[in-house]
């Protein structure tokens, strides 16, 4: 931890070591921030910071490799921000990375009114902001969930990781509405279809507000003995309707939180990805599962919970990140997994690639806006 900087605690996840070719002397080292040495380690100062600080060089956070060109002694930096070179053995470093599809997505949040705007969280990148083709970078942090409000396209909410959520109202600043100091690295919180001023938050315990994430009150005990939320859904057509998971375990309450079911019991041990629910029914129910095990990875609940089937015919064996329900349809479903899309709806007996053009990629949120049917 040289000149107590911070970088200590991530040594398992980001560290990176390189020799200079000319000198074996200088050594160069990557943790959140970059260093060097000039006598094969017994000294080091620091060559480069995560946000510029003191005027050093700015070069992201979170270094993942350090690899030296013996064919020109350029020192090069992968880090959670792309990919950096010096030239001049650590005194000034240069961003390389524009141009490369790098930018890892945990959520996204789309507008119901205006088709060109969306916010999504990204890892060690913040959070941006999306309209009409461009992307503003609009909060720091590890960006995580993200929600506009269905009315007012202006009435924006987003959170950093383990449950920093906060609310911009006009394209202002952001304003911290947190609920609980104690939430899952993705908290999940949603807002009600039916009553746009309602937002629930998953935390350690099952949050409501009635006003915008302004007050708010538990409506639930720590139903996972300390453990936090990590999904929540409200169901589209009646809002009393409230599924929840933790890890594994499942809970449903159909009168706002008044009463708990434990519904997950038949369910396999695999942790929960998402909750949807059908568009006019709030006891139909699908959940996605994580993990490898062949033939588990999507469940159909038609009496919110009671008794569940299987409906993962047709679906490879790799995590299900997320479901989507399509509104007016015979129940369409998208399926967003380790390899891309798949869909499937009543009338069909398995799930079917829905990939046209597009790589097999990881797909962790998909929202549908039906004022373009997109």
């Not at 409501?208 to 057509?237: C, H, K, Q, R, Y």
Request: hydrophobic fraction near 35%.
């Amino acid at each position: 931890d040289p000149n107590g900087e911070g970088d200590g605690g991530i040594a398992w996840y980001s560290i990176a070591l390189a020799v200079d070719q000319e000198d074996e002397n200088l050594i160069y080292a990557g943790c959140v921030n970059h260093w060097k040495s000039a006598d094969a380690g017994q000294n080091w100062t620091i060559s480069a910071h995560w946000y510029g600080a003191n005027g050093l060089p700015y070069v992201h956070a979170d270094n993942h490799t350090l690899v030296v060109n013996p064919l020109n002694n350029k020192c090069y930096s992968g880090n959670d921000g792309g990919f950096y070179v010096t030239d001049d053995k650590g005194v000034d470093w240069t961003d390389l990375s524009d141009g490369l599809s790098i930018l890892q997505i945990y959520r996204m949040g789309s507008s119901l009114t205006n088709p060109d705007l969306i916010l999504e969280g990204s890892q060690d990148n913040g959070t941006y902001r999306y309209n009409g083709g461009t992307w503003y970078s609009v909060r720091g942090g590890d960006g995580m969930e993200c929600a506009i409000d269905p009315i007012d396209e202006f009435t924006r909410y987003s959170t950093t990781q383990s449950g920093g959520l906060a609310r911009s109202i006009n394209n202002g600043g952001w304003t911290n509405i947190r609920p609980s100091d104690k939430g899952a690295w993705i908290t999940p919180f949603e807002i009600s279809r039916l009553n746009h001023n309602i937002v629930v938050a998953g935390y350690e315990k099952v949050y409501l507000s009635s006003n915008f994430g302004t007050d708010w009150v538990a409506i639930s005990e720590e139903l996972a003995a300390g453990g936090n939320m990590n999904e929540v859904t409200m169901a589209p057509s009646d809002d009393r309707y409230i599924y929840v998971s933790s890890g594994s375990t499942l809970w449903m309450t159909a009168d706002r939180g008044e009463n708990w079911d434990k519904i997950s019991d038949p369910l396999p041990n695999l942790t929960i990805e998402y909750i949807t629910v059908a568009q006019s029914e709030p006891s139909k129910v699908w959940v996605s599962l994580s993990g490898y095990s062949a033939g588990e990875k999507i469940f159909f609940s038609e009496d919110a919970g009671q008794s569940w089937t299987n409906y993962s015919e047709g679906l490879p064996n790799v995590p299900v990140n997320c479901i989507t329900y399509k509104n007016n349809s015979n129940y369409s479903l998208y399926a967003g997994t380790d390899l891309g899309v798949y869909y499937r709806n009543a009338e069909l007996e398995e799930w079917v690639a829905f990939d046209d053009g597009l790589p097999n990629v990881i797909v962790n949120e998909m929202e549908v806006n039906y004022k373009i049917n997109k």
